[in-house]
């Protein structure tokens, strides 16, 4: 536990950072709170980018905290700055040439967008941070032929807004559906639908091979023409700063069920934390503001009233796609069965065990799996055939 006199210093200033200095001070914490982020400007909401802010171009509509908040609760703020190194030995951090102290640090480092060896990638743009976003909102004033390398929850996001705003669009993605490694195959089939009805050309089993200013090389030896082209292939965790500190990392910072790394100073969270999953106790990593938010708040209550308990909250994630709102309560393996349900709903088991819901625009059913997936007791498959597969609280 933290005496009133520590000195908090937390590496990374997205949602899951702010969460946990606001999660600090709400639990009681007088000390020091110093949040230190890479990029300018105070925190925002990054799910909007791909979706909204593209529309709109309100960027202050992103902010998730006026100044004054900081002010107000004696949280110093440090944007644009890069922290290089941390000494555990001697207790600080370095970033851009100014030492910081602390009695117990915080790692919200995030992720960044993964740059394939793809011959002339860098001719595609990022869509991670506000910059990326306000640079595609302004290419999307005139009429563009777009290609998304990648269809994952943001290209897919982007493509939705791009043929929204009458732009043509390609998506090329090397796995066999979209959404591939988060959803259901039988999801995965209504999406690419969607994006079709949409008049959105999708090539799956397509890996790109080569990319010009100009357009996309297809495997087949097809050249899709672009003028815009966005590389949306996935992320990996900010784990460098770690690793050179000489913290265990295995894809994300190794951290315990109490999210704590192996230095008892130090704490990781978000998406950039490895940590082991309640359910089977395999380590995962989450992409997910609302994992890096739960994180933080169990994190605070540890640093402040001594909190024991393992962290164990239910993972939930959601991408709204043109007029689909797609919920995830739960998490399941690519290789879980699926029940189909006649509204929809997708329901994922391992074994005779309940792993995960997946819903389109049916908030309802999402809410009801959230609470039945964080109860003590599995639901188990044979006594949800009884009652045709129906959600609902004992």
Known sequence: MLDQSSRVVIVGAGQGGLQAAMSLRQEGFEGAITLIGEEPGLPYQRPPLSKAYLKTGVADALTLRPETFFEKNDITVLSGIR???IDRTAGYVWANGQRVDYDHLILAMGTRNIRPPIAGVEHARDLRTLADATQLRLALEEPRRCAVIGAGFIGLEFAAVARALGHDVTVAEAAPRPMARAIS???????TDLHEEMGTRLCFDQPVTGVDADGIHLPSGEKVAADLILLAAGVHPN?????????PCDNGIVVDAQLLTSDPAVS??????????????????????QAACDHARKIAKRLVKGDADNYNAVPWFWSDQSDYKLQIAGLAAPDDDAIVREDGAV?????????????INNAKTHMTARRLLAQDVPVGRDSLEQTNYELSLQ
């Open 83 to 85: 922290v290089d190194e």
């Open 268 to 289: 990781a969270l978000g998406d950039c934390a490895a940590f082991p999953d309640p359910r089977t106790g395999r380590q995962i990593r989450l992409e997910s503001v």
């Open 239 to 247: 784990v460098e700063l770690a690793e050179s500190a000489g913290l």
């Open 185 to 191: 195959a039988q999801m995965s089939q209504r999406f």
């Open 347 to 359: 329901l994922r088991f391992a074994g005779n065990v309940l792993t995960a819901v997946e819903t």
